[in-house]
């Protein structure tokens, strides 16, 4: 079973609302990345939460951390339609001696205009 | 211009034909990693490597060989490449924070199908 996983796997909203996608992970981790892709491009890196931080903003991004239930969630506020991308979570952890950045598979959001 | 460079950016080739895929970055970052991307199953790590000269295994390194002779390069060699290793390859790099591992900066992408 996957380090992390996002829910939903895929999420179609209206221009202007909100989108939360959510991130659970297995292990106990040093940090949390979150990241988008545009269709068939390279990652590009939103928000890093470190494991002793709970909320972190940037610009319409909200990201929170609660590492009792190894989760955290992606908040995006007004969405436009340059939002519509895959986002990932990836978290660092040491997992059997190895130090990994594992990415969860990611979830599709579409935002209708 | 901060960034990673993947060179070629689409490759198409036959199966056993020995390939090498460059990735450079110039942002002095001590850890860089290999990743594929195959639909329905995410971004998975091949290799990846902490500093010069110290690199090991991801998840999925069967097929695969990497090297680090100098900070910048981390290239991606496949000795003898076989049908299910057309995928869609990123190489990442990054700074460390101890053993963290930072923010990752992507490469492009290199597009590799294997006939």
């Known amino acids: 079973s996957q380090q992390g996983e996002e829910d939903p796997q895929a999420l179609s909203i209206q221009e202007g609302e909100n989108a939360t996608m959510n991130c659970s992970y297995k292990?106990?981790?040093?940090?949390l990345q979150w990241y988008r892709q545009n269709s068939g491009r390279g990652l590009v890196h939103l928000i890093l939460?470190?494991?002793?931080?709970r909320e972190k903003h940037s610009g319409r991004l909200r990201v929170t951390l609660d590492t009792s239930k190894k989760s955290s969630s992606l908040l995006i506020t007004a969405s436009r339609a340059a939002d519509t991308a895959s986002y990932f979570c990836?978290?660092?952890?040491?997992?059997?001696?190895?130090?990994?950045?594992?990415f969860g598979q990611g979830t599709r959001l579409t935002i209708n205009p | 211009e901060a960034q990673v460079t993947q060179n070629p950016r689409y490759l198409i080739t036959v199966t056993g034909k020995k390939l090498t895929v460059t990735c450079s970055q110039n942002?002095?970052?001590?850890?860089m990693s290999w990743y594929r991307q195959d639909p329905g199953l995410g971004l998975r790590q091949i290799y990846y490597?902490?500093?010069?000269?110290?690199?090991d295994k991801g998840d999925v390194p069967e097929g695969y060989k990497v090297s680090r002779k100098e900070k910048r390069n981390f290239p991606l060699i496949l000795e003898s490449p076989s049908p299910n290793q057309t995928s869609l390859y990123f190489c990442?790099?990054?700074?460390?924070?101890?053993?963290?591992?930072?923010?990752?900066?992507f490469g492009p992408g290199t597009r590799l199908l294997v006939l």
């Open positions: 990442a790099s990054s700074p460390r924070l101890g053993w963290q591992v930072e923010t990752q900066y």
């Open positions: 292990t106990s981790i040093n940090n």
């Open positions: 939460i470190r494991s002793n931080e």
């Open positions: 990836a978290t660092d952890a040491r997992i059997q001696g190895a130090q990994k950045l594992v």
């Open positions: 942002m002095n970052h001590e850890y």
């Open positions: 490597s902490m500093n010069v000269e110290v690199t």
